[in-house]
């Protein structure tokens, strides 16, 4: 927790605050439009509180950090401008980060309010940029694990998946830009693991995140993660992932990418078991079935003149028979 947040209020405490203040330097419209700003700040948290799985102690930091800016005079953007941001401050103190674009999901919630200003991304990332810096509240990115808590009871998913996933992601097997994107494919991969079942689409409408951009990161995980448990060298690692990238073959991720760490094995003469790639719930006939596939794609994209002395059986140096 940073130590320039103030103390957490409670309704009644800030809505004290604020009347002592009004009372004696400012006027009637001061008041009308902070009594407006609390009750913005209000329906939005009630919305993450209920929707995104939230802290409830966002609520008080909420409220005590648009008090203590009440009382500097530092409120000079639209009203519903800094309630979006002094939650979005609180939420990423409070180690509960949530994305710009969950935060705005609220304006269905907060619409029958009557009428308001609808904020965008941009206003809202600016004003919580400016306020963290006038502050000198210091906000560094949040990492996937500060996600993972989160997104698990979104999903309805065992403790123990939360505590694998945080597992997956320290082990520096999860490497990608966008932190929400990378949690949501070490969840993915680490309910596979503790058999619960998830799709793609399941974790993209729970997270926000495309679930092709999940995807990926899930490729790159499972890669990196079977390649560790099997110490196999980087150059298999780096060697399954272009065959995964180059392949057409677009079902069963986890079935693609053990084939193709079996495939790049076998080029650098390792023999590997199907039942030592077997990590999630996926069963063997399918990791050597897409395996045989894989094979017949990458004889396919071999040049015509090879494909032409491979069937005269001759050896070229470098090919395999």
């Given at each position: 927790?940073?130590?320039?947040?103030?103390a957490?209020?409670?309704?009644?405490?800030?809505?004290l605050?604020?009347n002592?203040?009004?009372?004696?330097?400012?006027?009637?419209?001061?008041l009308?439009?902070?009594?407006?700003?609390?009750?913005?700040?209000?329906?939005?948290?009630?919305?993450?509180?209920?929707?995104?799985?939230?802290p409830?102690?966002?609520?008080?930091?909420?409220?005590?950090?648009?008090?203590m800016?009440?009382?500097?005079?530092?409120?000079t953007?639209?009203?519903?401008?800094?309630?979006y941001a002094?939650?979005?401050?609180?939420?990423?103190t409070?180690?509960?980060?949530?994305?710009?674009k969950?935060?705005?999901d609220?304006?269905?919630?907060?619409?029958?309010?009557?009428?308001r200003?609808i904020?965008s991304?941009?206003?809202?990332?600016?004003?919580?940029?400016?306020?963290s810096?006038?502050l000198?509240?210091e906000?560094?990115?949040?990492?996937p694990?500060?996600?993972?808590?989160r997104?698990?009871?979104?999903?309805?998913?065992?403790?123990?998946?939360?505590?694998?996933?945080?597992?997956?992601?320290?082990?520096?097997?999860?490497?990608s830009?966008?932190?929400?994107?990378?949690?949501?494919?070490?969840i993915k991969l680490?309910?596979?693991?503790n058999e619960?079942?998830?799709?793609?689409?399941?974790?993209?409408?729970?997270?926000?995140?495309?679930?092709?951009?999940?995807r990926?990161?899930?490729k790159?995980?499972?890669?990196?993660r079977?390649c560790k448990k099997?110490?196999?060298?980087?150059?298999?690692?780096?060697e399954?992932?272009k065959?995964?990238?180059?392949t057409?073959?677009?079902?069963?991720?986890?079935?693609?990418?053990?084939?193709?760490?079996?495939?790049?094995?076998?080029?650098e003469?390792?023999?590997?078991?199907?039942?030592?790639l077997?990590?999630?719930?996926i069963r063997?006939?399918t990791?050597?079935?897409?395996?045989?596939?894989?094979?017949?794609?990458?004889?396919a994209?071999l040049?015509?003149?090879?494909?032409?002395?491979?069937?005269?059986?001759?050896?070229?140096?470098?090919?395999?028979?």
């Amino acid at each position: 927790m940073n130590d320039k947040l103030p103390a957490p209020m409670s309704l009644q405490e800030c809505l004290l605050s604020l009347n002592d203040r009004t009372q004696y330097s400012w006027g009637k419209k001061t008041l009308k439009r902070q009594k407006k700003g609390i009750k913005e700040i209000l329906a939005i948290c009630n919305f993450l509180i209920t929707r995104h799985k939230v802290p409830e102690k966002v609520i008080g930091y909420s409220l005590g950090l648009f008090d203590m800016l009440a009382q500097k005079n530092m409120i000079t953007a639209k009203i519903e401008i800094t309630a979006y941001a002094v939650v979005h401050i609180s939420a990423r103190t409070c180690q509960s980060p949530i994305t710009l674009k969950e935060l705005l999901d609220s304006n269905k919630q907060i619409l029958p309010l009557g009428k308001r200003y609808i904020p965008s991304e941009r206003e809202v990332r600016k004003n919580f940029l400016l306020l963290s810096r006038k502050l000198g509240i210091e906000i560094l990115s949040p990492g996937p694990v500060e996600y993972v808590d989160r997104f698990c009871a979104k999903l309805d998913l065992a403790k123990e998946t939360a505590e694998k996933t945080k597992q997956i992601i320290n082990k520096n097997e999860a490497e990608s830009r966008i932190p929400s994107g990378t949690a949501g494919a070490a969840i993915k991969l680490a309910a596979e693991e503790n058999e619960e079942f998830l799709t793609f689409r399941t974790v993209e409408e729970a997270i926000g995140v495309n679930r092709t951009t999940i995807r990926e990161i899930y490729k790159s995980i499972y890669l990196n993660r079977v390649c560790k448990k099997l110490k196999l060298p980087p150059k298999i690692a780096e060697e399954a992932k272009k065959i995964v990238e180059n392949t057409e073959l677009s079902r069963e991720t986890s079935g693609i990418c053990s084939a193709a760490i079996k495939l790049a094995a076998e080029r650098e003469g390792i023999n590997i078991s199907t039942s030592k790639l077997k990590i999630t719930k996926i069963r063997k006939a399918t990791i050597e079935k897409t395996y045989q596939k894989l094979k017949r794609e990458a004889k396919a994209s071999l040049p015509f003149f090879i494909q032409k002395l491979r069937c005269l059986n001759t050896f070229l140096p470098g090919q395999d028979r």
